[in-house]
């Protein structure tokens, strides 16, 4: 029989999810449908708790629902609890599992996609939101020689580092605010510099040195689909630009994998989805 998935979010039609995953099926042979499922704004319990009823054995989550699916689970797994957030449901015995593989997307695409390591590297994360917070452990436990958090309000990214500096061993990590980037406080370019915020959605600029960026600094966005402000910035001071596209198909690999249990090759599917008709 064919096992049900599913993404959830409002809006959601614009999701390449379900080719994402339909491609990840048929290419590992496994009999599964995911479809698209838009939830209303107060309705997202009821549609999950629908699911669960007819059969479904998980679901991908989300704007704006991934604190609700966090809020939802009866137990969550612990880069879960470290983000604060859920991305991939699990469903089995009328239980409900939460799970984020958004760091490990990123991660993945970074280290296997791009050719670039974290461990030993001076690394960079601009933005203290949700979208950086799903990634910090992740990037943790990846071994970087440095983490460097910038963020608007410095009060933001100090809480997001004691959640995880309770639990677990961090390596050097600094706090600071965009305009602190500037030169001469910066001594040196980072090796990867990561933006978590927002403002590629806006097309604004962030207040960030380009001395933050050399010839081998990685500059990666986690937005896909346009070139950002930063992108244009990282390029013109001469760094590797990358897009988020390898990390919504590296964190769907990965949700595929919590479900079925099989590793998906993603590259042809990165590949495909670069392509203009795509």
Same mark, same amino acid.
């Given at each position: ?13 614009? /999701? ?12 590992? @042979? *496994? ?29 991908? =989550? ?14 969550? &797994? ?8 859920? #991305?991939? $449901? &699990?469903?089995? !015995? ?17 280290? *296997?996609? $791009?050719?670039?390591?974290?461990? #030993?590297? @001076? ?8 979208? +950086? ?6 990037? $943790?436990? +990846? ?13 933001? +990214?100090?809480?997001?580092? *004691? ?11 600094? =706090? &600071?605010?965009? !305009? @602190? ?14 933006? %978590? ?21 990685? +500059? ?13 910035? %990282?390029? %013109?001071?001469?760094?590797? =630009? ?15 994998? =919590? ?5 998906? !090759?993603? %590259?042809?599917?990165?590949?495909? $989805?670069?392509?203009? /008709?795509?």
């Amino acid at each position: 029989m064919t096992d049900h998935y599913a993404v959830i979010g409002n809006p959601i039609s614009h /999701s390449k999810s379900p080719n994402i995953h339909k491609a990840f099926g048929l290419q590992t @042979h *496994q009999d599964i449908s995911y479809e698209a499922k838009l939830a209303p704004l107060d309705g997202f319990a009821t549609l999950v708790h629908a699911l669960v009823k007819q059969g479904y054995l998980g679901a991908n =989550v989300t704007v704006p629902f991934k604190l609700e699916a966090y809020q939802l689970c009866d137990t969550l &797994t612990e880069r879960a609890r470290s983000a604060g957030a859920v #991305n991939t $449901l &699990t469903f089995a !015995e009328n239980k409900i599992k939460g799970d984020n593989t958004d760091g490990a997307g990123l991660v993945n695409d970074i280290e *296997q996609n $791009l050719h670039m390591r974290f461990v #030993n590297k @001076h690394v960079l994360l601009l933005g203290a939101g949700g979208a +950086a917070q799903g990634v910090l452990l992740p990037i $943790l436990s +990846a071994q970087p020689a440095s983490l460097t958090i910038a963020n608007r309000t410095i009060e933001k +990214a100090h809480f997001m580092v *004691q959640s995880v500096a309770a639990t677990h061993a961090v390596c050097n990590i600094n =706090v &600071t605010t965009f !305009e @602190h980037l500037f030169s001469p406080i910066l001594k040196q370019p980072f090796d990867i510099v990561i933006n %978590a915020t927002s403002a590629g959605l806006t097309a604004s600029h962030l207040p960030i040195s380009d001395q933050v960026f050399a010839q081998h600094t990685l +500059a990666y966005d986690m937005m896909y689909g346009r070139e950002t402000p930063f992108m244009v910035q %990282a390029r %013109a001071a001469g760094a590797q =630009v990358a897009d988020g596209l390898g990390m919504l198909v590296e964190q769907a690999a990965e949700a595929f994998y =919590v479900w079925r249990g099989i590793r998906p !090759e993603t %590259a042809t599917v990165i590949s495909h $989805l670069r392509k203009p /008709s795509n």
